[in-house]
């Protein structure tokens, strides 16, 4: 390289708006230079390898593919190692995720050291180093060293807030020396050192070419000032105007790193011409939600493509940020057949393979739970051949378990095979396999057990091998980061000498750095349609640009207080002199972001945005939209331009049957097309009708008309129950996907009493109570309070027997704390019933326990009317009062809720369970006997949460309520005959407690029966 002593120092800075050509310019310029110099001596300083891989491709296409041979063109970061080389200096990198780690080191030595009064309280919260740490960047990223900071606030009015974390920050660099490491800043540091001590030899360049910057940190500022001084001739590119009024203030944002870049290099400036903007077509359309807008946004592009034969790579579909869009965009672009890249990160945890690996290293820490168990033995990423089971053997696996109520525990799942040697031993060598050592070991050991588990039993297919894998989300990719997070466990114990740890903190260690790991998706080919967030669009022109998205809030971005690095915070620091400020936070910057995008594109704007997001959240348009004609504004309904102009076979089919619902299509004679129509056809009448609503449809339960034409049958049970009349009561479709579908809720066995278990503790304690009250001859109300103490305790006693002996009960780590709570209830419930008793002028006493009828061969309660109704169940309590043939009798019901429970629930159909139960007592369990009230008592709170007064005369309408209750039945049972399951609630309430909520259509049939009574 040339000497630095002979480089006569020549600085020029070329600005000018954004893609007018600086670029260009200065490539063509280093072509000619080539001419007569080899370009070994030439450096081009980029700020990412993004920008590097475009900057290549510019080259080659300037040279027709011949690129240029040996010009160096490096990252900031790179720049900064080889000028550290150059100083025959070593610098050792501390990993970025690490990072937070030396931060909460320092903290911890500062709080034992009563230094930080006002962060000690929050100093071990998870997200204090991050944030810190987040500071400390922008101290570094403006070029200020902590003992700087120190310096300045020494010489300043501070607060303790603000020495504290100059605290922090000295103490990180302190740290980082006593660990011998730098951060990727603190090699810029020792960079720009190294350039003004003059200690460097042999670093000289021909020329020095800084481009693709947005904007030029104090720390970079300050390094490529150095580097001036060891070229003969250095050139800055930066997209600034500085006559822009006519811009809306584009630029304002860079003004302030514009005018530093002038004061410190003093350079000679070129400006480049203005763009001459050519005639462009701006549109903007709206649409009902994310989804029907990406789908408009691919119809659109597909049109560019096929009719006016536009390239896809000519083609730029952004938004604020494409996350939200993600979902949407794999959907319409893979739908419509349209070449895309969508440019966004993968974050590990969302693939299935990370959360199937995390599941499988979590499974002895969590006592093998049998959900997650069984979730790993169905994994596709699971090697089962290995532990010689397949799918079928899962799913017996699966089978047994559930049927045993198996919640979790090692040996009981041996147990629980002990008849099946075979899949005991599978399991016994896959628990094996997953089970780490008990004993503490280091990082490194961890690591290893954890590489050995992957080889063992994680499948070991190629993407390419199986498609199916990819569907999965499988990407080979994901074992390479599952790796490199290893090897930054292994560095993390090299660097900060941790020892050993248990295997469940290593664990928990491994999950974070999961939790926080993401890699870039591949490249995508010249002949994709290009689909990112607005701060990754590829800095060049296209023929065709796609804004999504244009809502307030997101684009423009709500700009939010950031923790220790938010605007106000960044404002009382530069009033100490310390400048940290960052241009991106400037009020400028988002409009300016948005205008960038639109000057991409040469020919054509499309802007959009959502009406609602999918939560229902309705959306405000931007104001950016203000700057566009709005003569091309519209709304696009679903669907509504897919038979004028289809994006494929699918969306004219979906189209065709959405807006002419019930018409025989236009597309017969075609066979594929024809087998397509016929696979979707059925499913999208079936969304149609659910969105359109109607209460007397096939869709909603309304199966009256296939029974009346002899198509259908409803098989009726031979008997009823209480419970099965009170779900048809609350809601007919209840009653059709419960006991004629036969459907439930699939509840994972769980440690502890589950409310079904809890509630039949209750009530075998509560009977075995009672009975020996009734065995001993003791009256419940007279005794004395010892007496019946005692005798309640013996019950709950035996309760506790009774419910451990039960081979689906696994008792929970707060077992004895339940027992506890448990008794208590239970011993106010007895205390408050006898206070009822003492008190009650009917003096009503405990008779009969836990009474059946219709079961046990005792007699069934029989409605008769047009057809005989057979019903059957159990009284919990049955009291009499009163002398023999002129007794009144009294029900209890105990619930473990104590939600009240009203009278209107009974008279108007919802809870017919005492009303039926009073009958079968009059009619089955003591014939001829009166029933004159009946209540429901909560054994949680030990009061009446309900009363039925079957002698106090009413309104009309309820005066009877025994001979309402056996009408309801007879017209619940007729409507169950004629095929009426409609989604028809009996009340306001009756949805919120309903098991299924999730599968039901109420809520928009409430939307349509609301839309229609405006009309």
Sequence with gaps: MTSAKTLASQVELIVGPYRSGKTELVLKELVEFSLAKPLMNSLVMVPSARYR???????????????????????????????????????????????????????????????????????????????????????????????????????????????????VYDGYWKKLDELGLLDKRRLGFLAQELLNSGKISGLGFDWFICDGFDRISGLQSKVIEGLTRHAAKTCLLFDFEPEQESRLKQYQWKERGYIDLVNVLKPQTRPTPAIKVAQRQDEVFSALDRFVEMQEIARRVKKLIVVDGKHPGEILVTAREIGPYKAATISAFREFGVPYFLDD???????????????????????????????????????????????????EIDRITLAKKLVSGKDRWIKAFVDKPLLASALEKFFNAVTPSAEAMTITEHCIWLENLIDQLMVNTKEDDDPAQKVLGYDGRAKVEIRNAIALLIQEERI????????????????????????????????????????????????????????????????????????????????????????????????????????????????????????????????????????????????????TSPASAVD??????????????????????????????????????????????????????????????????????????????????????????????????????????????????????????????????????????????????????????????????????????????????????????????????????????????????????????????????????????????????????????????????????????ALAVERAIMPGSHVSKAMYVSINSGEVVGTLDFDEPGTDEDSNLLQLTEEYVQTYVKNMRSGDFRVMPNGEHVCKSCIHKKSCRISELMEVEEADESD
């Design 53 to 167: 891989n475009l900057l290549n491709k510019r080259i080659k296409k300037l040279l027709s593919d011949s690129g240029i041979f040996g010009l160096n063109i490096m990252t900031f970061s790179q720049v900064c190692q080889m000028i550290v080389s150059a100083g025959n200096e070593s610098a050792h990198l501390i990993p970025d995720k690490l990072r937070a780690r030396v931060v909460s080191l320092v903290l911890s030595d500062l709080v034992t050291q009563k230094k930080l009064p006002t962060l000690e309280p929050i100093a071990g919260f998870v997200g204090t180093s991050p944030a810190l740490l987040k500071l400390i960047d922008a101290f570094e990223r403006a070029g200020i060293s902590s003992t700087e900071v120190l310096s300045k606030l020494s010489k300043a009015p501070f607060s303790d807030y603000h020495q504290e974390r100059a605290l």
């Design 345 to 395: 990160s993968v974050s590990l945890l969302e693939l299935p393979l990370i959360q199937f690996l995390l599941r499988l290293t979590k499974l002895a820490v969590n006592d093998f739970k049998r959900s997650d168990v069984i979730a790993c033995l169905r994994s596709p990423f699971l090697s089962a051949g290995q532990l010689g089971i397949n799918e079928e053997l899962v799913c």
């Design 496 to 643: 900060f000498n941790t020892g050993k740890i248990a295997f469940e903190n290593f664990i928990k260690t491994f999950e974070k750095l999961i939790e926080d790991s993401n890699y870039p998706t591949r490249a995508g080919s010249p002949e994709c349609v290009t689909i990112c967030s607005a701060e990754l669009s590829p800095n060049k022109s296209f023929e065709a640009v796609f804004v999504a998205g244009l809502v307030e809030g997101q684009f423009p971005q709500r700009s939010g207080v950031a923790g220790f690095v938010g605007s106000d915070v960044l404002a009382t620091w530069a009033q100490l002199g310390i400048d940290i400020d960052n241009p991106r936070a400037h009020p400028t910057y988002e409009w300016a972001l948005f205008q960038a995008q639109m000057d991409r594109a040469k020919s054509f704007v499309c802007l959009s945005y959502p009406h609602y997001e999918l939560s229902g959240q309705e959306c405000v348009p931007s104001f950016f939209l203000q700057s566009v004609e709005k003569k091309a504004k519209g709304f696009i309904a679903p669907y509504q331009n897919s038979l």
């Design 652 to 917: 004219a089919i979906k189209g065709w049957h959405w807006l002419h619902e019930g018409l025989e299509s236009d597309f017969a004679g075609v066979p594929a097309i024809n087998k397509l129509e016929t696979n979707l056809s059925g499913r999208i009448g079936l969304s149609q009708m659910r969105i359109l609503g109607g209460n007397e449809s096939l869709y909603n339960g309304w199966l009256v008309d296939p029974v009346k034409a002899g198509v259908l049958k409803i098989d009726m049970p031979e008997h009823f129950s209480a419970s099965r009349l009170n779900d048809y009561g609350r809601c007919p479709f209840r009653y059709w996907v419960s006991h004629v579908l036969n459907l439930e809720p699939r509840i994972e066995p769980e440690a502890g009493l589950s409310p079904k278990l809890l509630g039949n503790l209750h009530h075998y304690i509560l009977e075995t109570f009672f009975k020996k009250l009734a065995t001993n001859k003791i009256d419940f109300y007279l005794a004395l309070k010892e007496n019946i103490a005692e005798l309640l305790d013996e019950a709950i006693k035996s309760g506790w027997s009774w419910i451990e002996r039960r081979e689906e009960f696994l008792p929970g780590k707060f077992w004895k704390y339940e027992q506890e709570d448990i008794a208590f209830r239970l011993r106010r419930l007895i205390a408050r019933e006898r206070e009822r008793g003492i008190a009650d002028k009917d003096q009503f006493a405990p008779y009969m326990f836990e009474a059946s009828f219709g079961r046990d061969n005792s007699p069934m309660l029989e409605l008769l009317g047009k057809d005989k109704v057979s019903i059957r169940g159990q009284v919990d309590r049955i009291d009499v009062t009163g002398s023999a043939g002129a007794q009144k009798v009294r029900l209890i019901d105990y619930k473990t809720s104590s939600q009240a429970i009203s009278k209107a629930d009974a008279s108007q159909g919802r809870n017919l369970q005492l009303p039926l139960y």
